[in-house]
């Protein structure tokens, strides 16, 4: 595109002293002289007719198709802006603004060659002066509408600070003073759309989006902006197409093929008119599904768009629209004189009408146009002027120029009136800093003013497409994008009142992966964006109480999470109490146990004066019952909620009966076998074992206990504490030893006198028959000490509340051993078999032997 700007710019001719252009200057579509002659340049066709040449003639001038009716209408509004400044008493009052307007064909080089023009001026010998320099012809140029021949008319531009004020080139790049110093706009930047676009996603929960632009600056730069304000976000782009208008079908149809096979139902589209207008005529083709458009301010708010019914539904943010006062009867009122002299308008006149001016062309067979055609009659984008919102931009940027030369040429005199030189020479460069500082009110009452950057306030509208009640698309308001706004405020919108693709009501669903739910968290699959993923149930003890958590919160160490594992309750607190089955069976057996020594004592009270009552020494006898009885109620103990009393009470109680109880059956089985070795001649042993040592060596052997006790206590007694080791799920609450080494102490202890005795009783087992006390004690002390070697392992492996079920469990088991072994046979004897109860019986076998 450089090769005709380049020469146009640079390579000047000089005849002499004279400087002439290198070629001919191009011709303006509308054109009118004043005092000072603004230029404007727009897109008011859409293509250049393709030429085909032989390299040996000069090229022609260009030649353009494709008339845009709207683009014609942004032209004629810079003329009605212009008339409507020449005939203000407020603004530049008896000067006269002229204008020069050209048309780029959507083609960079046209555009640069109109722009090289109105630097130019149209004159062939332009300066008699051996520099070959001279003062712009315009001091400012209203255009382009698109951002990418912006872009090469600043780079132009630049060097010679002339000012160009854009109604339509949006893309971000133009902000940066560094490359263009001298453009501006009265547009939002791209930069701030793509913002208003990636938060309108968010908003509607669009996780899933397609993306489709324009291969130019408009569409790269644009579509750059949004993808990073879209990652900030949080949202993933499945695709990113992008096309030119120029590019080979099969490029279109390769992006119309990615659009059908997707699976993002929104698509995102940062293309201009001419891009989308390609790209529609193929998805009209195809079967596609319904998708959600969302548009950018290019061609959301076209209407030669509305009568595409695949884009019905669509949203963007548009250009808030506005009122013009006089343009609509403007842009009607065209004379048939202004229509034969220009070649423009009788372009358009023919087009709209479907007429033509010439007689002779009847190949066509339209009707003659006569130039008296009512365009009130026509509804078209130039006709249209219910929405004006690019239109008023124009508006704008011709007054924001005019109101520069005014500040330029024209100071206050006395009272309000001012007084302007309209013979007074402006260079391009003080308009420039004119510009930088303009801030006033237009006639329908917009504000105008630019930033450092040359951009104005940014506000947009939130436009939905709509069908109303007579069939029609059209474009319905529903939301505003301030971003001047403070913070929070700067989107607003009723969501009731869209209507989204398919004539539905409800919002589409747009999503990679459906939410993951409380309870579970995101794992993103592999190979995939983020917004792909799999959910995961939270791993045990963890939880996740919000939709779409990436982590899971481990709960503290007394929670636990409840089945959906969405939030931490607290662990149940697990202990033996008397309500729980085993508790109240081992209650049972306890009480069984209380009875069954108690009526043994009964019985053995009743019969205190019978022979075999005496024989096997009633004193231990009733000492080794209560000491019975004291095992069973200890287990009571060790059943309900640990306390600091409870937790001391069951283990000392426990260790200081039993030992009580195993000291009584010792003390019986020495009375035993003394007894029998007495009764040999000469035996006085029987003196050493009276009553008296037997409760003095029962009191010495429980003392030793309760010494062990009281040390425990004092030392490291046993407390309440919450297991948490045995379950993840629960807390057993239960009593800490303290000291294992006391406890085990107390343990051994027993288990040393059970020793003893068993030895003893051992030792006494060939007593005679009827004398047969010391083989019940070897059968009790034998059940004893099973019982309490297999409740070590038992009691070590056991968790939990077993373990305390385990102790019960050697305690009565224990227990039951020593009263049925020792004491069941005797009752028998009392109750069922009483002529065995007598002296005779009993010392029978002892006489024999002893003869």
Known sequence: MWLVAVPLLAHLTHAGST????????????????????????????????????????????????????????????????????NSSEILPGVTLGYRIYDSCAAIPVALKAALDLMNGQEAVFSTNTS??????????????????????????????????????????????????????????????????????????????????????????????????????????????????????????????????????????????????????????????????????????????????????????????????????????????????????????ESAFSCSFSANNTSSNKKVCTGSENLRELRNPYTDTSQLRVTNKVYRAVYSVAQSIHNLVCTKSKGSFSHCEKDRQIEPWQVLQQLKTVNFTTNNGDRVYFDANGDPAATYELVNWQVNEEGKAQFVTVGHYDASAPEGQTFTMNDRTIIWAGGKSKIPKSVCSESCAPGTRKAVQKGRPFCCFDCVPCAEGEISNTTDSTDCITCPQEYWPNTQRDECISKPIEFLSFGDVLGIILVGFSVTGVGVTSAVGVVFFVFRSTPIVKANNSELSFLLLFS??????????????????????????????????????????????????????GNNIMKWFGPTQQRLSVLVFTFVQVLICVLWVTISPPFPNKNMKYYAERIILECDLGSAGAFWAVLGYIGFLSAMCFVLAFLARKLPDNFNEAKFITFSMLIFCAVWITFIPAYISSPGKFTVAVEIFAILASSFGLIFCIFIP??????????????????????????
């Open 19 to 86: 400087c002439r252009h290198q070629g001919s200057p191009g011709s303006a579509q509308f054109t009118n002289d004043g005092d000072f002659v603004v230029g404007g340049i727009f897109t008011i066709h859409n293509n250049i007719l393709a030429l085909k040449h032989n390299y040996n003639d000069i090229p022609g001038p260009v030649r353009c198709k494709s008339l845009d009716f709207r683009e014609l209408r942004f032209a004629r509004a810079m003329i009605f802006a212009i008339e409507e400044i020449n």
């Open 132 to 349: 070959c320099s001279k003062s712009a012809s315009v001091p400012a140029i209203v255009g382009e509408s698109g951002s990418t021949p912006s872009i090469a008319i600043s780079r132009v531009f630049g060097p010679f600070r002339i000012p160009l004020v854009s109604h339509y080139a949006t893309c971000g790049c133009l902000s940066n003073k560094h490359e263009f110093p001298t453009f501006f706009r009265t547009i939002p930047s791209d930069n701030i759309q793509a913002t208003a676009l990636a938060q309108l996603v968010k908003h509607f929960g669009w996780t899933w989006i397609g993306a489709v632009r324009s291969d130019n600056d408009y569409g790269n730069f644009g579509m750059s902006a949004f993808l990073q304000a879209a990652q900030a976000e949080g949202i993933c782009i499945e695709y990113s197409e992008a096309f030119y208008r120029t590019n080979p079908r099969e490029k279109i149809l390769k992006v119309v093929d990615v659009i059908k096979k997707s699976t993002a139902k929104v698509i995102v589209a940062f293309l201009a008119t001419g891009d989308m207008v390609v790209l529609l005529r193929e998805l009209s083709t195809q079967d596609i599904p319904v998708f959600q458009w969302i548009g950018s301010e290019s061609w959301i708010i076209d209407p030669g768009f509305l009568q595409y019914s695949l884009l019905s539904g669509s949203i963007g943010f548009g250009i808030p629209k506005s009122v013009i006062p006089g343009l609509k009867e403007f842009l009607v009122k065209i004379s048939p004189a202004e229509i034969t002299s220009s070649p423009l308008l009788t372009e358009f006149w």
């Open 628 to 681: 019975l009885t004291l095992c069973f109620l200890c287990s009571f103990t060790f059943i309900g909620q640990p306390s600091d009393w409870s937790c001391m009470l069951r283990h000392t109680a426990f260790g200081i009966t039993f030992v009580l109880c195993i000291s009584c059956v010792l003390g019986k089985t020495i009375v035993v076998l003394m007894a029998f070795r007495a009764t040999l001649p």
């Open 826 to 851: 005797k009752c028998y004897i009392i109750l069922l078999q009483p002529e065995k109860n007598t002296r005779k019986h009993i010392m029978g076998k002892v006489t024999c032997k002893s003869l």
